[in-house]
Every structure is written in structure tokens, then in C-alpha cells.
């Protein structure tokens, strides 16, 4: 199935935790895929967008305390990003609301690659925010 996107290090931001939650929902999103290609039951994916709307709002809020609590100057607009694609996500459990038919597979696929140009544009802007923090943390442990 050439819709199926694989983990890469290159979404990794080197936060063990974090990192772990964007493969689960890359693992989330090939599931629902899957679901929507092979015809899956109706309940089935309708609880899977359910789960994602879900677990994407815990992964956002994890991500977003880091940065909070690091003191990141940009975390107002990334905040926003989220809250964009929360939104999106919502759209889709509307959809299925009234019929899962109503749920097509370009929908899910554009929600998807939404999350991948996330990880890709909006968060690599943190990563060196968040080595530099890192490295001086290091340094004052060793002092």
C-alpha cells in the first residue's frame, strides 16, 4: 500500500516521549489507511478518527508543557498550528457523524500529510531551541 508512511528519523526531535507519540500517530493514520482501502467496518473507523482527535490533543499539550516549561519564544504560533489541526481532525469525526461513507480517503490522506509537513516545517523550528537548552542544562549539571 504506497499510502502508508514509515517512521524516519528525520520527524525524530530527540525527545524519547515525544517521539514516541508521533509514531504512534503516523501507526494511527496507517491504520485508519488501511481501514478506509480495505473497506473496515464503519464503527471501526469512525473510532479510530475518534482516537486520533484524542491522542493528537495529549501529544499537542505533552509537546507544548516541554516547550512551555523550556521557556520557547515561539510557542504561541506552534500552539495555534495544533489547535489548526485539531480542528481538521474534528471536521473528520463530523463527516462520519451523519455517514463513515461520508469519510473519504483523500480526506484522511490530507489530514495525514498535514501532520508530516507539521513535523517537518513547523516543528524542526524547535529542535535547535531545544539542543541548545539541552546542552547548557548539561553544562550546568556538571558544574
Known amino acids: 500500500m504506497t499510502n502508508i508512511i514509515e517512521w524516519d ?15 504512534q ?3 494511527m493514520f496507517n491504520s ?15 473510532n479510530l478518527v475518534t482516537e486520533i482527535n484524542d491522542f493528537s490533543k495529549i501529544f499537542f499539550s505533552k509537546e507544548e508543557k516541554l516547550l512551555g516549561k523550556k ?5 504561541d504560533p506552534h500552539a ?3 489547535r489548526r489541526f485539531i480542528k481538521k481532525t ?8 451523519e455517514d463513515v461513507d461520508n469519510l473519504m ?8 500529510d498535514c501532520l508530516i509537513t507539521h513535523f517537518e516545517a513547523v516543528d ?20
Open 32 to 46: 485508519l489507511i488501511g481501514m478506509k482501502t480495505n473497506k473496515g467496518s464503519a464503527k471501526d473507523v469512525a
Open 90 to 97: 474534528i471536521g473528520l469525526r463530523r463527516e462520519i457523524a
Open 9 to 23: 528519523e528525520k520527524y525524530s526531535i530527540n525527545e524519547p516521549e515525544l517521539d514516541e507519540c508521533r509514531k
Open 80 to 82: 495555534k498550528a495544533h
Open 124 to 143: 524542526t523550528m524547535f529542535i535547535p531551541f531545544l539542543r541548545i537548552h539541552r546542552y547548557v542544562e548539561e553544562c550546568e549539571n556538571k558544574k
Open 25 to 27: 500517530l503516523m501507526d
Open 71 to 75: 521557556g520557547y519564544p515561539d510557542l
Open 105 to 112: 480517503l483523500e480526506d484522511i490522506l490530507d489530514l495525514r
